[in-house]
Structures are given as structure tokens and as C-alpha cells.
Nanobody, 121 residues
């Protein structure tokens, strides 16, 4: 079994910063892609940022220059540093990892439980 646990959400004023973390644990052989998605009320879930095992990253246009995704492979953890937050960044944020499980060597996508980010004055 594999489990992803997120932390770091909360309420912040416009222009403020938050850092999200997501740590994976369990029967992990390797992790290729890691990413952060978000879903606002009444909207579809969207990919915010992704990072591959080699370190290459991609971002949705609306967060470029404000958000930074990074990973610590030794800790099986992905981070999302969010700066200059705007009210439109308000959403539930979910981490996602593509994991090869040890023993079976199956590849599957795993999700965190979600963490609320609210940007409001």
C-alpha cells in the first residue's frame, strides 16, 4: 500500500505565500512524475505544476513566475511554493504521484487527501 499525506494549506491574504508538502510512504520502488492539481468550486480539476524524476518542470500559465514545484527524492516528497497569491488561487489542492510499487512493480497514480488554500482579505 502507498499513502500520500499533504500539509501546508490554510488562509492567506492576497500577496501572501504558502508552501504545500506531500509525502509518500509505503511499498515504493520508484516515483516518476509528481504534480499538484487544484479544484475550485464549480470548476474542473486542473494541473497546476508537474515535475519529472529528472527535474524538468511545467506550470499552468496562470501560476508561472509565482509558484515553484520541487521534489526531494530521498524523502519521496513534493513541494509547491506559492508566492504572490491571488483570490483566484483559492481551491482544494491535491498532490499526485506516479509510483511503481515494490514487489509487484505495478505503475499507478496516487492522490493526496487534498488541502484547502483560501486567499482572501
Amino acid at each position: 500500500q502507498v499513502q500520500l499525506v499533504e500539509s501546508g494549506g490554510g488562509l492567506v491574504q492576497p500577496g501572501g505565500s504558502l508552501r504545500l508538502s506531500c509525502a509518500a510512504s509505503g511499498s515504493i520502488f520508484s516515483i516518476s512524475a509528481m504534480g499538484w492539481y487544484r479544484q475550485a468550486p464549480g470548476k474542473q480539476r486542473e494541473l497546476v505544476a508537474g515535475i519529472l524524476s529528472g527535474g524538468s518542470t511545467n506550470y499552468v500559465d496562470s501560476v508561472k513566475g509565482r509558484f515553484t514545484i520541487s521534489r526531494d527524492n530521498a524523502k519521496n516528497t513534493v513541494y509547491l511554493q506559492m508566492n504572490s497569491l491571488k483570490p483566484e488561487d483559492t481551491a482544494v489542492y491535491y498532490c499526485n504521484m506516479r509510483i511503481v510499487t515494490s514487489g509487484t512493480f505495478y505503475v499507478d497514480d496516487y492522490w493526496g487527501q487534498g488541502t484547502q488554500v483560501t486567499v482572501s482579505s
